[in-house]
């Protein structure tokens, strides 16, 4: 069990006691990428840890698409959730004042960040984006990180004008769907995330491959990779900054102390293999959020 990540004074530690009674309950944000169902199985385990940990009912919600969860978070309708950097760019551009960062995932070599990776169905001929020129290519949807914004950003750079490049553009509405189109055959190409470590077949260590993979949506031998972004900071575990300070440090204590209580569930909230729950700052999104800014602008 790691030490904590806040030490507070024990008239913090009581006032923070005080105000944690006004809270009756407690709501959790998870982003789109695989059907609500499967997000609620997943997250039923973190749901419960914070529940007893908090003493109230917590509850899960699982919008269609990544605006719900970045609305209830601006709203107060949310009070955690893990978001992608584009995301969290999104919220901090709206209102500053809205969340707080906490924890990022860390990869199996100690890692804090992973790919856009662009992809194919190994029997359509296409090995790279230059093949995939003139075909039907799908993104996740606008507010992802790795289904978006840096490979739209990326591969325009290279490419141009990509409504032009491919055939046609598409939003899928989630990393699940492109993945599952993709193999299904609805579009000839498109991108997902993953750590890239470990193997192809197995949807490598963590991310929407492997998620897929592990749920048996897809074979991971019928797909094959066609290009790869530059490394994209992991997002963050943020919570409603309104919250009392008492709720904010229980839910990120027992969320970084998560591989070590319970490597199960901990491998659910992260999508696959990982090495940990790790604190991290405002700063390592800036970047981000200066392509955020520009394509808002755009």
């Known amino acids: 069990m790691k030490k904590l990540l806040l030490t507070l004074a024990a008239t913090t530690t009581l006032a923070g006691a005080v105000q944690a009674q006004e809270i009756t309950g407690f709501n959790l944000g998870i982003l789109g990428g695989e059907n609500a169902q499967d997000r609620l199985t997943s997250n039923e385990c973190y749901r419960k840890k914070i529940e007893e940990a908090l003493g109230v009912p917590v509850k899960v919600f699982t919008p269609a698409d990544y605006d719900g969860v970045i609305q209830g978070l601006l709203g107060g309708t949310l009070d955690l959730a893990w978001l992608g950097a584009s995301g969290y760019a999104k919220i901090y551009l709206?209102?500053?004042?809205?969340?707080?960062?906490?924890?990022?995932?860390?990869?199996?070599?100690?890692?804090?960040?992973?790919?856009?990776?662009?992809?194919?169905?190994?029997?359509?001929?296409?090995?790279?984006?230059?093949?995939?020129?003139?075909?039907?290519?799908?993104?996740?949807?606008?507010?992802?990180?790795?289904?978006?914004?840096?490979?739209?950003?990326?591969?325009?750079?290279?490419?141009?004008?990509?409504?032009?490049?491919?055939?046609?553009?598409?939003?899928?509405?989630?990393?699940?769907?492109?993945?599952?189109?993709?193999?299904?055959?609805?579009?000839?190409?498109?991108?997902?995330?993953?750590?890239?470590?470990?193997?192809?077949?197995?949807?490598?260590?963590?991310?929407?491959?492997?998620?897929?993979?592990?749920?048996?949506?897809?074979?991971?031998?019928?797909?094959?990779?066609?290009?790869?972004?530059?490394?994209?900071?992991?997002?963050?575990?943020?919570?409603?900054?309104?919250?009392?300070?008492?709720?904010?440090?229980?839910?990120?204590?027992?969320?970084?102390?998560?591989?070590?209580?319970?490597?199960?569930?901990?491998?659910a909230v992260a999508a696959g293999e990982a090495k940990d729950f790790i604190p991290v700052t405002h700063d390592a999104y800036l970047g981000v959020l200066a392509a955020r800014k520009l394509q808002e602008a755009q």
């Open 94 to 267: 709206t209102d500053p004042e809205a969340v707080e960062v906490k924890l990022t995932k860390q990869n199996a070599d100690g890692s804090t960040g992973y790919y856009s990776i662009g992809f194919a169905r190994a029997d359509s001929g296409i090995k790279s984006i230059e093949d995939a020129k003139g075909k039907v290519f799908a993104f996740a949807e606008p507010n992802s990180t790795s289904g978006y914004l840096v490979p739209a950003a990326e591969l325009t750079e290279k490419y141009g004008d990509l409504k032009t490049y491919f055939k046609e553009v598409k939003f899928s509405g989630g990393h699940e769907q492109t993945i599952v189109g993709v193999a299904n055959g609805d579009f000839d190409a498109g991108v997902s995330w993953a750590d890239g470590l470990g193997n192809w077949e197995d949807g490598y260590n963590s991310g929407a491959f492997r998620k897929a993979a592990d749920a048996g949506l897809v074979d991971m031998n019928n797909l094959v990779e066609i290009w790869r972004s530059t490394l994209i900071p992991e997002g963050p575990m943020v919570v409603r900054k309104a919250l009392p300070q008492d709720v904010k440090d229980k839910v990120t204590q027992l969320t970084a102390d998560l591989w070590e209580a319970d490597k199960d569930c901990a491998y």
